[in-house]
């Protein structure tokens, strides 16, 4: 697909690989920030967003990315992980005591349990690779998030990006007609809200 950027697919994959390096070269200290900024975001955004017996979805993390399941330790929150399928897309899954079976990109996830309705979830936590000052995040090329958050009741879920302060680009990163901004990001200077329109 040409534009005026030129080939989006060839540019993003530039970004990726030089975002991944950055990400890989972040230390544990880094990462300790990040989780103690999510659990200080998690009350506020809870008392903004969340409604008794809801879920937060969360995600199992990748290498490089920032560990946030002890967010279901927390007051016995009811978390989901999303479940990737290629044909179908990502679906959340309640994640309790059960048994985890990889998806079709062989990450961990509830597959048994039920799909949960968007409406009963009151926040997303999203990984990414970057994300620029308008909310759009840059993630592993699947587009499984932006595809799922297409639909009105899913975007309509408050979402934010769990990332460090040195991958969030200054410059808006290459974007097709379907990505979809995020409501904002968590990195180790704390939470930051935008307010994102398709």
């Known amino acids: 697909m040409k534009n005026i950027y030129g ?11 030089e975002y991944n390096s950055i990400r890989n070269s972040n230390s544990s200290l880094i990462h300790d920030k990040i989780k103690f900024n999510v659990k200080s975001a998690l009350n506020i955004l809870l008392d903004k967003y969340h409604i008794e017996g809801k879920f ?20 016995n929150q009811k978390v989901a992980l999303p479940f990737s399928s290629k044909p179908k897309g990502l679906s959340y899954h309640h994640w309790s ?3 985890l079976a990889t998806d079709s990109n062989s ?14 979830i009151s926040i997303l936590f999203v990984p990414a690779i970057a994300i620029d000052q308008e909310g759009y995040r840059l993630g592993y090329g699947g587009g499984y998030f932006d595809r799922l958050r297409q639909s009105d009741l899913w975007f309509s879920i408050p979402s934010f990006v769990v990332i460090s302060n040195n991958c969030i680009s200054k410059e808006p990163l290459p ?14 200077k704390g939470l930051h809200q935008i307010e994102a329109t398709k």
């Open 7 to 17: 080939d989006i697919k060839s540019i993003k994959e530039t970004k990726r690989k």
């Open 56 to 75: 937060i979805g969360i995600y199992w993390p990748l290498k490089g990315e920032v560990d946030i399941r002890f967010i279901k330790e927390i007051n």
């Open 107 to 120: 990450i961990p996830a509830p597959s048994r349990e039920k799909a949960i309705n968007p409406n009963h």
């Open 97 to 99: 005591n059960n048994q």
């Open 175 to 188: 974007r097709d007609k379907w990505d979809v901004p995020f409501n904002g990001w968590i990195s180790e």
